[in-house]
T-cell receptor, first 114, second 115 residues
Framework: DVKVTQSSRYLVKRTGEKVFLECVQDMDHENMFWYRQDPGLGLRLIYFSYDVKMKEKGDIPEGYSVSREKKERFSLILESASTNQTSMYLCASSIPGQFNEKLFFGSGTQLSVL | GQQLNQSPQSMFIQEGEDVSMNCTSSSIFNTWLWYKQDPGEGPVLLIA?????ELTSNGRLTAQFGTTRKDSFLNISASIPSDVGIYFC???????????????FGQGTILTVHP
């Protein structure tokens, strides 16, 4: 089975802190994604990556950056955390192809910014 | 980006009842997907639909790709307590647009099943 592991289940940070959310997948997938999940808004794509050192903005990239130095690892960075970034963050990976539907999600990181 | 409107937002039902939920969009999609998220977990794919008018079943779940390519429906028959969770629809836009390859998710339907 594909396993997507997010390093923290819960995080509490202070406003202005630099925050790193780590994600590792063990199935050699080229594609990796970061979503945030908020009640009533569903999942919104922050950034994605189709290859090592490659990144593309999703629908809500403001206030975030990403790093993909190795194929299996995709990091989400909050340069200066703000309270409106309190959310559930979900990492996902998939095999490239005509359809991107085979998304495998991690269990999520619930981030609280105080 | 493109918007998906998913309804209802939440449902409270008795065990054994049938459930229906749907997603609509102002834009067409090439693929419609339905995911379920159990409490404390990430979403897991339930059903994928690839052609307009397609009807697909997975156990007690049945989903349909609308003929206009702008909507999709998910039905759950004879609900059981483990059906509890959040159900998301998602769509993949046609090739050639700036959103190709990126899924758009609905807002989610929170399902509660009372024993």
């Amino acid at each position: 089975d594909v396993k997507v592991t997010q390093s923290s289940r819960y995080l509490v940070k202070r406003t202005g802190e630099k925050v790193f959310l780590e994600c590792v997948q063990d199935m050699d997938h080229e594609n990796m994604f970061w979503y945030r999940q908020d009640p009533g808004l569903g999942l919104r794509l922050i950034y994605f990556s189709y290859d090592v050192k490659m990144k593309e903005k999703g629908d809500i990239p403001e206030g975030y950056s990403v790093s993909r130095e190795k194929k299996e690892r995709f990091s989400l960075i909050l340069e200066s955390a703000s309270t409106n970034q309190t959310s559930m963050y979900l990492c996902a990976s998939s095999i490239p192809g005509q359809f991107n539907e085979k998304l495998f999600f991690g269990s999520g990181t619930q981030l609280s910014v105080l | 980006g493109q918007q998906l409107n998913q309804s209802p937002q939440s449902m409270f039902i008795q065990e054994g009842e049938d459930v229906s939920m749907n997603c609509t969009s102002s834009s067409i999609f090439n693929t419609w997907l339905w995911y379920k998220q159990d409490p404390g977990e990430g979403p897991v794919l339930l059903i994928a639909l690839y052609k307009a008018g397609e009807l697909t079943s997975n156990g007690r779940l049945t989903a349909q790709f609308g003929t206009t390519r702008k909507d999709s429906f998910l039905n759950i028959s004879a609900s059981i307590p483990s059906d509890v969770g959040i159900y998301f629809c998602a769509g993949e836009p046609p090739a050639g647009g700036t959103s190709y390859g990126k899924l758009t998710f609905g807002q989610g339907t929170i399902l509660t099943v009372h024993p």
